[in-house]
């Protein structure tokens, strides 16, 4: 499974922006996707997941409020809404898809990664 993740751009703190991640020909109906971060010289982070319905979300403390996954089951797409950005929400974000159906934090169950798309909030 190969992953596109897009969206990705410059904002000005307090802005908005929205990631997409794509399965090109296959969908993602029956994985539970995740978003992870990495800023440089730091570790990558989990930001959010979603199960493979859409049922069951989970978010990273410091985007609660101002983060949304959804999922899109006809296309398998699945969204991240980035809202109220920071500058600290600087990084390149990667979508992740699981083999399972029930999402995790842990980076590690997630078999298929995107390239990545970078956001970068300005002050």
């Not at 403390?61 to 899109?72: H, Q, W």
């Not at 398998?76 to 029930?102: I, W």
Request: hydrophobic share 35%.
């Amino acid at each position: 499974v190969q992953l596109q993740a897009s969206g990705g751009g410059l904002v000005q703190t307090g802005g908005s922006l929205k990631l997409s991640c794509a399965a090109g020909k296959r969908t993602l109906t029956n994985n539970a996707v995740a978003w992870f971060r990495q800023a440089p010289g730091k570790e990558r982070e989990f930001v959010a997941h979603i199960s493979w319905n859409g049922g069951i979300t989970n978010y990273q403390d410091s985007v609660k409020g101002r983060f949304t996954i959804t999922r899109d089951r006809a296309t398998g797409t699945v969204y991240l809404q980035m809202n109220s950005l920071k500058p600290e929400d600087t990084a390149a974000y990667y979508c992740a898809a699981s083999r399972t159906s029930v999402g995790s934090i842990d980076y590690t169950q997630y078999a298929y990664w995107g390239q990545g798309t970078q956001v970068t909030v300005s002050s």
